[in-house]
Structure formats: C-alpha cells, structure tokens
C-alpha cells in the first residue's frame, strides 16, 4: 500500500524548520492538547467520569479531537471505540480483513473505512495499533510520503516499543506517545468494561506526558510512567507471565484429558484461581506449595514418569508436557535454593531426580 503510493507520488518527506519548530504543536491543536490534559480529564481511579458523554443540549467537552484507528484489530476497535465514547470523533478506521470489517462494523459503527494515508490525512489523533514488527515500516512509510502533519498525536499501543520508533513522524513535527494497556483483548464489547482500572504503561517527551496520561485516564486506565529503555523488558514480563501461562494451562488440561479426567478445566479452576491470587497477593515465594516446595523429590520423580507414559487421542506422547514441567521444576528448585527454602540434600535429591 505505501509502496504503491511511493511510486505514484514519488514524495518525500522532509523538515525544513527548526528543532523549536518541530516540537510545538499548531495552534488549533495545541489548545485542544492544552484542553484535554487539564480540567477536561478526571482524576485517575475515576474512570466512569470519563466515560459519561454530554447529555442532550449540553456542550460538547473540551479538548475533544479527531482521531483515526491504524487498524481495526482487536486493541484498534476497542481503544476506538473507548474514545468515541468520551466524545472524540473518530474520522476513518482502517479494515483489510473479513474479521476486521466485522470488529468494525460491531465497534465502530458509521465510521468510514479508509485507507491509512487517507485517515492520517484526516485525524489530529492518529491511533496506530498494528502488530509490532509492523510499526516501524507503517510509520516510516508514512513518513517517506509526506503524510504525517505539525502537531499531530501519534499513539502507538504496542507493549515493545517506546516513542523511538516514531521518530520519522516526530521529525515531520507530530506529537509521539507510546501507550499499552497491559490486558489481553478479545475484540468484543466486552473489553471496554476490563479497560476500567487497567494499568497503562505511557511513554513520551517529557512536555507531552500528561497527554498520554490524559488518554489512558479516559480510555478508563490508570497510567504509569514508563521510560523508553524499560520497554523491552516490561513487555517481555508481560508476555512470560500471560502468555506462557495460557501454554502452561493447556498442557495440564490435555494431560488431565489424557488421564482420563473429562472436564480438565473445571478441575484446575479452583486450584488455578487460588495458586494465582496467592501469587500476586502474597508474592510467589510464600504462596508456594507442592512437591519442589516441599522437597519432595520421590513425587517429582513419579510425576516425570506419568506425564511421560500420556497419549493425547491420535496416541502421541505429551513430550511438551513432560519437557515444560522439567524446565518449571528445575527454575522452581533454584529459586527455592536461592531464598533459603531448601536444604541442601533437599535440592541434589530434587535435581538428581529431574536429571534422570
């Protein structure tokens, strides 16, 4: 698509002002940064109050903009619609795909679909919510092509990236924010509900913080500070402990199945839900059980033979079952060593058995 548009316009964009030029908003728009930074935006822990649009005959809210979503996936059509709700006009959103144009017409409804140069062109407030490897061409595309405009907000959503990979549009003089809810989305109405407390990770210019705080407050978060270099690890944090979790809890619920248990899920819930409310109230050293915290190697050394004699239903072997638990127990063993949990006999006899 922008390469398209590379070779149709030939266009290039470049910046000619100063650095003092670049930085400063137009002044439309920077009386509406002003506006919505300030009294317009509740106080953090006050979501609903970001959520209440203005009733009929009443005047619209200040510091209200025009915003594009890039593009209707599952965090884009809901962040969008979020802002729609606390009156931002949405002005296009970009859908390629059938499941998008769906989210879309679900989510959005009446807002335009658009080609991205086209939206970008459009919005004051351009909301980039595309796959990480992604963003960076997206953005230095648009770049190439002279799109991005003086004084435009740029937000970005992805965990991984600060505001460094907006710099080609921060050189054409638009406003970079870096802004991840740190939840997982499914996409549906459903969403905007968990969006109320969610804790936002906001990184930007030092000037143009409060507005990315202001954004998370109305999108119903609560924003914290992130500096560029932490962005890396707090993402990979997330990623390890959500998404590795959901792996994790598929392999015990296929080898529950495999055991002959018929409703894995409903089984583990109860232990699941408890094990992870210990863990983040009490902290994962106290709230510890079970046969490593125990020092119970006997009962690893079976549970390593039973996972490895489960067939799933085309008769193959659990082999990830058995290597993730071998990996877990042994990650679980040095942290256990490390904090004084364990004797010393304790921890050979329990890596002698995860060794076998």
């Avoid at 137009?26 to 609903?48: K, L, V």
């Avoid at 560029?228 to 199945?257: C, F, I, S």
């Avoid at 902290?283 to 996972?307: I, M």
Wanted: charged letters at 20%; a negative charge.
């Amino acid at each position: 698509m922008l390469a398209r548009v590379r070779a149709e316009t030939g266009r290039t964009a470049r910046w000619t002002g100063t650095e003092d030029e670049r930085a400063e908003p137009a002044d439309g728009r920077r009386e509406s940064i002003e506006r919505m930074s300030d009294a317009s935006i509740p106080e953090p822990g006050t979501p609903s109050a970001a959520k209440a649009p203005a009733g009929p005959g009443q005047p619209s809210r200040p510091g209200r903009l025009g915003v594009g979503v890039i593009s209707a996936g599952r965090v884009g059509a809901v962040l969008g619609s979020a802002l729609r709700s606390v009156e931002h006009q949405l002005v296009g959103v970009h859908a390629v795909s059938e499941a998008s144009r769906e989210r879309a017409e679900m989510l959005l409804p009446g807002v335009p679909l658009l080609e991205v140069e086209e939206i970008v062109r459009r919005s004051e407030l351009v909301l980039l919510a595309v796959p990480d490897d992604e963003l960076s061409g997206l953005v230095s595309g648009l770049a190439e092509v002279g799109a991005w405009q003086m004084g435009q907000i740029i937000v970005h959503t992805s965990g991984r990236y600060g505001v460094g990979v907006l710099a080609p549009a921060q050189a054409a003089g638009a406003i970079p924010i870096a802004l991840h809810p740190a939840m997982t989305f499914s996409g549906w109405s459903m969403d905007l509900a968990r969006l109320t407390g969610c804790p936002m990770a906001v990184t930007a210019p030092p000037a143009f913080l409060p507005v990315g705080q202001a954004l998370a407050v109305e999108l119903g978060g609560e924003p914290f500070v992130l500096p560029e270099e932490a962005r890396p690890a707090y993402h990979a944090a997330l990623a390890h402990g959500a998404n590795h979790l959901v792996t994790l809890v598929g392999q015990a619920v296929r080898a529950l199945e495999a055991a002959g248990v018929e409703d894995g899920a409903a089984t583990l819930r109860p232990l699941l839900t408890a094990a992870l409310d210990g863990a983040l109230q009490e902290g994962a050293d106290s709230a510890l059980t079970g046969p490593v915290a125990r020092g119970d190697a006997g009962t690893v050394a079976s549970h390593l033979t039973a996972l490895a004699g489960l067939r799933d239903e085309e008769g193959r072997p659990l082999a990830d079952a058995v290597d993730t638990y071998r990996a877990l127990a042994a990650a679980t063993v040095d942290r256990r060593e490390a904090t004084g949990r364990l004797r010393e006999d304790q921890v050979r006899a329990l890596r002698d058995a995860l060794d076998d």
